[in-house]
């Protein structure tokens, strides 16, 4: 697998909930305390070629 640098990567969290899947949203302390520990705990990042605007479309169910 190909070596990416997350280091300075926006981290998008989402949670399925009764299988819908849903975006998160924290305050910013909270959000920067979170984020670096999440991507320490990442062992894969897997590519899915879309991009953030498309996800965002896709889960407000709006055509991409």
């Given at each position: 697998?190909?070596?990416?640098?997350?280091?300075?990567?926006?981290?998008?969290?989402?949670?399925?909930?009764?299988?819908?899947v849903?975006?998160?949203?924290?305050?910013?302390?909270?959000?920067?305390?979170?984020?670096?520990?999440?991507?320490?705990?990442?062992?894969?990042v897997?590519?899915?070629?879309?991009?953030?605007?498309?996800?965002?479309?896709?889960?407000?169910?709006e055509?991409?």
């Amino acid at each position: 697998m190909q070596q990416v640098d997350i280091e300075n990567a926006p981290l998008t969290i989402l949670i399925s909930i009764d299988g819908q899947v849903h975006l998160t949203a924290y305050k910013k302390e909270q959000y920067e305390a979170l984020s670096p520990l999440l991507k320490m705990g990442m062992q894969n990042v897997i590519p899915t070629k879309v991009t953030q605007s498309e996800l965002n479309k896709l889960l407000r169910g709006e055509n991409l």
